[in-house]
Every structure is written in structure tokens, then in C-alpha cells.
């Protein structure tokens, strides 16, 4: 069964990190370039980062540029998001998306169900 997972979400204070991760089954991860995104309450769903199938293509948006790290090991079909400095405006839920396409919303193949981060103040 082809499946994304994303865990690691949850609360934290403003200023604390958390570390994403998304596993990936039924597929083989390094012919996908991976996506994550996020969707704030009342907000469109929007992408933070882009890497590329090998990893050596790494883009962030940003809003989240020097502050969040995007990685992947595609021998443990794991791709991850370390997140720093968080703000309560990065209070979403977070997905990540393979695609053998673009990286962008709509051109995104497989997507998990996400997970929930919660940054107080």
C-alpha cells in the first residue's frame, strides 16, 4: 500500500524546535521529489520546502528560510524537516508530498495526512 506518514508534530513554545519526519512505503522514494507543506487555520495550504529525488536540490520559502532544514535517506525511505526559532505563525498542520513532477500544490503525486504543530506564546 503506498502511503506518506508525517509524525513529530505537537506543542511547543515559542522558540523551541521539533523535527518532522515523513515515511514513505510502498514506493520507491528516490524517484520523488519531496515537498512539505503546511496549512495554517483559515489559510490556503502552502509549500515551505522542495528537495530533490537525490537531495542535492534543497529550496525553502522564505518565511521559513534559516530556520528550518530539509533532508531526506532515501536508503530508509525518510525524509525529514528539523524546525528552529519556531513562531506561533508557524502553528499548522504539516504534510509532506512526493511528486515526480513540479513541487507544488498541484502537481504533487502522493500526500500524508499530516501532522499537527502548535507553537505557543
Known amino acids: 500500500q503506498l502511503q506518506l506518514v508525517e509524525s513529530g508534530g505537537g506543542l511547543v513554545h515559542s522558540g523551541g524546535s521539533l523535527r518532522l519526519s515523513c515515511a514513505a512505503s510502498g514506493f520507491t522514494l528516490s524517484n520523488y521529489t519531496i515537498g512539505w507543506f503546511r496549512q495554517a487555520p483559515g489559510k490556503e495550504r502552502e509549500v515551505i520546502s522542495c528537495?530533490?529525488?537525490?537531495?542535492?536540490?534543497?529550496t525553502h520559502t522564505n518565511s521559513v528560510k534559516g530556520g528550518f532544514t530539509t533532508s531526506r535517506d532515501n536508503a530508509k525511505s525518510m525524509v525529514f524537516l528539523q524546525m528552529n526559532s519556531l513562531k506561533p505563525e508557524d502553528t499548522a498542520v504539516y504534510y509532506c508530498?512526493?511528486?515526480?513532477?513540479?513541487?507544488?500544490?498541484?502537481?504533487?503525486?502522493?500526500w500524508g495526512r499530516g501532522t499537527l504543530v502548535t507553537v505557543s506564546s
Open positions: 508530498a512526493a511528486s515526480q513532477r513540479r513541487c507544488n500544490r498541484d502537481d504533487m503525486d502522493y
Open positions: 528537495i530533490s529525488s537525490s537531495g542535492d536540490i534543497i
